[in-house]
């Protein structure tokens, strides 16, 4: 099949038809309208169809590849509802090419898998038509395009082929367009002629939309009414700069223009980017530009929602960025790196990951600004980076309110020494409400160079709660860990035994708004005489236990400990995939250092040094008990007794009279009472810290000892009952009877604590444990006289 290729070549004349209408049909029988054949037959010399109209019914197949090379006043119209071009049969390049023509026409046309290829052609149009296919315009100049679907479409303008004289303006217009796939243009002609480039009411739901500009070109570009949901990116506009040949236009002096305003980019990957920027000359000269964000909306968006980078400050000097009557609402994180942009009317809350970070950037807000209800790590409204500058035109309001930092500066955070947060002068208003952060600075969180005294009074209300890195730290108590005023630079000297941790309270503390200190968390570096070892030892935003274990365990030597500020690192909370993927800045303030000294003691009794740690002696160890020598305690599982006597250590196992708990029990050596149950003490639990209860062995309190006349009467009378008993039943020492009776009752109540044991008490024993304590004049119940009753009663008795 031989293509089907249309050539003009113009000379000094040309043969045409003018302002005639064609019919194009597969199937012209069906064709009321003449004259009508298949678009073999025009194609076949299409060169005498200028100044045509070719209206095309029904499907059209395509056979082979279709070019229309240097013509002009060439309309192809699609006739009804149903006018497609199909190019599936043509098994290579199924491409509809138009070059070098001018004034052509492709109106409501459907095509299958057709390509539309257009080259350095003027006057373009391309009206109610559906491409499903790619669609490529390179230089094409004057180019309309209006309610049209395309899969996927790229824009070009290149270098001209020579130089003109005067400067040409060349629009491209895009509206009420739609794509499935991509829109991307590029604009890279130089300074040869200007393109204005107007993009009203694009959609697109997938896909991207991205722009190359080349910073030595002249263009006006006005994108207006675009919405961008649930795709990979909003739009994505990349500023490179790429040597042209010499076609520049001296007197040319306006600078280049891109506004973007009334678009809507919500719930993509990536919202709104503007990226590098470069610098760029023109014979000699440096290339302007202006760029202007308007009454857009950038909301929830996944990775972020307004990302503006650049190369350096420097840069910045030729460019003019304005981001006004704008809401950034809802999405993880917006960012400016390197960049000068003035802010009005914009609207920045709802973010999950900082309202806006700034690095090295200088924001200029003219009007108001609203930073509200957004949450992040290190500033929740803001985090200011790399000496980045906030300045305040008068007559402006700035709201920062309602957001939330989950570790310093609720409402702002920046890194870099300054003297104020904001530039500006006394015709400003600085509202900071409500803002709160985990660990310091709810409204701010950064140094601030004696800011009462060098800094307007912009803020309300005028005290803001502000925060900053630790420049100093002190020794604090944890019981009055409030009280900044009562922190010390110096401690007692600490013993500690080997093996022992080393532990000591310290507060970090920064500086706050009226220059006074405010705690703070930090890092700190430990050195014990000299030698390092403990780095970055992290100290919370209060009065903070901090705790080692020292290697250095020489007894009778006197060891330093220094602690210091650490210097440490912060990195940038916003990362992109272009050449600033993290930065890291160093805070060398002013090192502060504490001092206090340690020595080591022998180890206590029941412990002994094991290669500089105090563990239990071994026949400690080998009845199951357990030593920690940071608390000096010994834990064991019970039914023993452990202590000291005359600097010994004396074990017990055979303790039955309530003096040893039967659970697990943790003591010390020199208060080893608490292996003891029912209120006893000292050696072997063998004495009452209260009183002794007569009719059992437990010490408690004396309760109700106004009754101790009735106890005495009950006694008495039982007493009497009791040698009445013994006549009557004629049990006297003689015949034995009693004795038997007495040993048998003086066991039983010896070994009473054992049998009242869950494990051995039984109900059916309860009558013999009664029968025993009634031989002994107890009658089973516990009763006391006095306070501080002891055994000598029961001798007595």
């Not at 094409?140 to 679907?149: L, Q, R, S």
């Not at 105090?614 to 202590?643: F, M, P, V």
């Not at 040993?743 to 024993?765: G, H, Q, T, V």
């Amino acid at each position: 099949m031989f293509p089907l290729v249309a050539v003009l070549l113009f000379f000094s004349s040309y043969c045409s038809v003018s302002s005639h209408q064609y019919y194009v049909s597969d199937d012209c029988s069906s064709v009321t309208h003449t004259p009508c054949n298949p678009l073999s037959v025009y194609a076949g010399n299409i060169s005498q169809y200028n100044n045509s109209i070719f209206y095309f019914v029904g499907t059209n197949t395509i056979p082979g590849k279709v070019s229309l090379l240097q013509v002009q006043y060439i309309t192809l119209e699609g006739m009804g509802d149903h006018s497609v071009l199909d190019c599936t049969s043509i098994p290579r390049y199924r491409n509809i090419l138009i070059k070098s023509s001018s004034h052509i026409k492709l109106v409501n046309i459907s095509t299958t898998q057709c390509g539309i290829i257009i080259r350095n052609s003027n006057h373009t149009t391309i009206a109610n038509c559906n491409f499903d296919s790619y669609t490529y315009i390179r230089n094409g100049f004057d180019v309309n395009i209006v309610n049209t679907k395309f899969y996927a479409i790229r824009i070009a303008y290149t270098q001209p082929v020579s130089c003109q004289r005067n400067m040409q303006q060349y629009p491209l217009s895009l509206k009420n367009v739609t794509t499935d796939n991509r829109l991307f243009l590029r604009i890279c002609h130089g300074r040869s002629y200007n393109v204005n480039v107007i993009t009203e009411n694009f959609k697109s739901n997938q896909g991207r939309f991205d722009a190359a500009i080349c910073t030595n070109s002249l263009y006006h570009i006005n994108i207006t009414n675009v919405s961008r949901r649930n795709a990979y990116n909003g739009l994505r506009i990349l500023y490179r700069f790429i040597k042209t040949e010499s076609c520049s236009l001296n007197h040319v002096q306006n600078p280049s223009k891109l506004i973007i305003e009334k678009s809507h980019f919500d719930d993509n990957m990536k919202g709104l980017s503007i990226l590098k920027l470069p610098v760029s000359k023109t014979n000699g000269k440096y290339v302007h530009h202006s760029i202007l964000v308007k009454s857009c909306w950038i909301r929830n968006n996944k990775q972020y929602g307004l990302f503006f980078e650049n190369y350096s400050l420097e840069a910045m000097k030729y460019y003019t960025i304005s981001i006004n009557d704008t809401e950034i609402i809802g999405n993880k994180q917006n960012g400016l790196i390197y960049t000068d942009v003035v802010l009005n009317n914009v609207t920045i809350s709802n973010s999950t990951a900082t309202g806006l970070s700034i690095l090295g950037s200088t924001v200029k807000i003219n009007g108001s600004a609203f930073i509200t209800n957004n949450i992040g790590k290190d500033g929740g409204g803001m985090a200011i980076h790399d000496d980045s500058v906030i300045i305040l035109f008068p007559n402006t309001s700035v709201n920062i309110s309602n957001n939330h930092a989950s570790h310093k500066g609720g409402g702002v955070y920046f890194r870099n020494r300054i003297t104020c947060l904001f530039k500006s002068d006394r015709y400003v208003h600085v509202h900071m409400l409500n803002n709160t952060a985990t660990v310091a600075g709810d409204d701010s969180y950064g140094n601030i160079v004696n800011a009462v005294h060098n800094c307007p009074p912009v803020f309300q209300p005028k005290v803001i709660k502000l925060s900053s890195d630790a420049i100093d730290l002190k020794f604090c108590n944890p019981e009055n860990s409030t009280a900044i005023e009562q922190y010390n630079e110096s401690i007692p000297k600490k013993e500690i035994f080997p093996g022992e941790k080393l532990k000591f309270y310290i507060a970090m503390e920064g500086m706050g708004y009226n220059n006074e200190y405010s705690i703070t968390n930090g890092v700190i570096d430990i050195n014990i005489n000299d030698e390092e070892k403990l780095k970055e030892v992290p100290v919370n935003a209060n009065c903070s236990l901090v705790e080692f274990t020292p290697n250095q365990t020489e007894l009778d030597t006197l060891h330093n400990v220094t602690l210091t500020i650490h210097q440490y690192f912060d990195q940038f909370p916003l990362s992109h995939g272009g050449t600033t993927s993290f930065f890291e800045f160093n805070d060398r303030s002013t090192q502060r250092s504490l001092q206090f000294k340690y020595s080591v003691n022998p180890c206590p009794i029941g412990f002994i040094n094991n290669s500089g740690k105090c563990i239990c002696r071994e026949n400690i160890s080998r009845k199951g008990a357990r030593c920690n020598i940071n608390t000096q305690t010994i834990e064991h599982d019970g039914k023993k007794w452990i202590g000291e006597y005359n600097n010994t250590c004396f074990i017990s196992e055979a303790c039955l009279l309530h003096c040893a708990s039967t659970g697990p029990v943790s003591f010390t050596m020199d208060r080893p009472d608490a292996q003891c149950e029912d209120n006893r003490g000292e050696r072997m639990c063998g004495s009452c810290k209260k009183s002794l209860l007569l009719g059992s062995n437990r010490c408690d309190e004396c309760k109700n000892p106004h009754l101790t006349a009735l106890y005495i009467l009950i006694f008495a009378l039982m007493g009497i009952l009791l040698v009445v008993l013994l006549i009557a039943l004629n049990l006297t020492v003689s015949n034995g009877m009693l004795n038997g009776l007495l040993f048998y009752a003086n066991i039983i109540k010896l070994y009473e604590p054992i049998f009242l044991r869950k494990e051995y008490f039984k109900n059916s024993e309860y009558v013999s444990l009664v029968i025993a304590s009634w031989s002994n004049l107890d009658f089973g119940f516990e009763v006391c006289f006095y306070e501080g009753m002891d055994s000598a009663v029961l001798e007595i008795w």
